[in-house]
């Protein structure tokens, strides 16, 4: 019987061999009193590559996001970010349960923002009776419609935070991506934010958790209110080991996935009715649009041969490719798909 071939998303990937030898072997502790020295050292690992004061082990992405706007709003703030980001479209509104903040969504330029459109966004309650104040600003790069935003586009907008005196978060759940398509460090692009969020168990393999980021105080409050929202994780070191490769010698390799992903959108244009949309091919991700065939059928036909994909949303199919992906698995794929849809 063939492998599962999985192409829904980078976050379906298994952690590596040594990951696993890293975390039957972890020192562990209790974290929740700080003496977890694996966590430990993960955290310091982290604020070192992302050029942060500190860093902090979250569950996961939407965690952390949503941990980073609880820390830095007030209830009632208003949180000016992209109509199409992340935390906007797939975090289950999230920020108004947990925070109890107002987010105000802007037009973005597939995944860029205007930096004059959120100056004259930006409100204080004491300019007026009706407004409330903005407490945040978020950014995300990679974007999740599979795009990198330009470092310039990410300066102007921190520029305008610090004159305005609003921070800035970064989404950076694939900030390892999006460094690499730019052939930037990551600090780099962290130069630009206050607080930046990066997952550990997308394509850098780590099978759970996040990080994120920030000064000290800004972590210190953090930690607490990690801890509010139940993140308060015991022996998290066996998390962390995975976590420390994640970030050393699996961030390392993530442009690889990338030129996986360019063959993989190379193989569908041998389709017809597929219309591959290359100007968004800039990490691991290729969407495209599938023509007169249903993504639901072709799902279910793919899976009778151990191949996962998603359906289409809002009328595009998205394959990611990931650390487990090979070229035979690609291959693989687009036989699949010719016998089912021709």
Not at 155 to 160: A, M, N, R
């Amino acid at each position: 019987m063939n492998k599962f071939i999985d192409f829904r998303s980078d976050t379906v990937t298994q952690p590596t061999d040594d990951m696993r030898k890293a975390m039957f072997e972890a020192e562990v502790g209790d974290d929740v009193y700080g003496d977890d020295p694996t966590v430990n050292k993960f955290e310091k690992i982290a604020a070192e590559i992302l050029g942060k004061e500190a860093a902090l082990l979250v569950p996961s992405g939407t965690f952390g996001n949503q941990l980073a706007i609880f820390t830095h709003c007030k209830r009632g703030n208003e949180v000016i970010l992209g109509e199409d980001c992340h935390i906007i479209q797939h975090e289950v509104g999230a920020a108004a349960v947990i925070s109890g903040v107002q987010l105000r969504p802007i037009q973005s330029s597939k995944g860029e923002m205007n930096p004059l459109h959120i100056k004259e966004r930006i409100r204080r309650e004491e300019d007026d009776i009706h407004y409330p104040s903005t407490g945040l600003i978020c950014l995300e790069n990679a974007h999740s419609n599979g795009r990198v935003i330009s470092l310039e586009n990410m300066k102007e907008i921190y520029k305008v935070g610090k004159e305005k005196n609003v921070p800035v978060h970064l989404d950076g759940a694939r900030l390892f991506n999006a460094a690499a398509y730019l052939n930037k460090d990551v600090k780099e692009l962290t130069q630009f934010c206050d607080t930046v969020n990066v997952c550990i168990s997308k394509g850098l393999c780590a099978p759970i958790g996040s990080v994120l980021a920030g000064d000290r105080k800004f972590i210190e409050r953090a930690k607490k209110a990690r801890k509010l929202l139940g993140g308060g994780l015991r022996q998290a070191g066996f998390i962390a080991a995975a976590g420390i490769l994640a970030l050393t010698d699996m961030a390392e390799r993530i442009g690889e996935d990338h030129e996986t992903a360019l063959y993989l959108a190379k193989r569908l244009e041998e389709f017809k009715n597929i219309e591959v949309l290359h100007d968004s091919i800039h990490i691991n991700m290729v969407f495209f649009k599938l023509n007169e065939f249903d993504s639901i059928k072709l799902m279910e036909e793919l899976l009778k041969h151990n191949i996962k994909i998603n359906p289409a949303e809002e009328g595009l199919m998205r394959f990611v490719t990931s650390y487990w992906t090979s070229k035979e698995d690609i291959d693989r794929l687009i036989s699949k798909m010719k016998e089912i849809m021709e």
